[in-house]
Nanobody, 124 residues
């Protein structure tokens, strides 16, 4: 099993910056992708960003491209999501997840392991 624990969410004003963390533990895989998704009440889970663990290849959702940055720390087994210029529409529960794959995929069903999520609320 893989355990994922998100942290760093909170309540901020529009234009602010937050940095989310996702600490991973448990079993390892030969190749995998760590991603961030978000889900607002009544909406489908949305792809935010992902990074391949080995090479560090990244991919971003259109709604966050240019504002968010995903990174990883291989020593700490942690993935980060730096969120700049936050907007009210960024308000959601943010989840980290693991996809046992070589390539970055954007659909939630492709990701096997999920964290509990951390709430991000952006006020106007």
């Amino acid at each position: 099993q893989v355990q994922l624990v998100e942290s760093g969410g909170g309540l901020v004003q529009a234009g602010a910056t937050l940095r989310l963390s996702c600490a991973a533990s448990g079993r390892t895989f030969s190749s995998y992708v760590m991603g961030w998704f978000r889900q607002a009440p009544g909406k489908e889970r949305e792809f935010v960003a992902a990074i391949t663990w080995s090479a560090g290849i990244t991919r971003y959702g259109d709604s966050v491209k240019g504002r968010f940055t995903i990174s990883r720390d291989k020593v700490k087994n942690t993935v980060y999501l730096q969120m700049n210029s936050l907007k009210p529409e960024d308000t959601a529960v943010y989840y980290c997840a693991v996809d046992v794959s070589i390539m970055v995929r954007t659909t939630p069903a492709s990701y096997e392991y999920w964290g509990q999520g951390t709430q991000v609320t952006v006020s106007s």
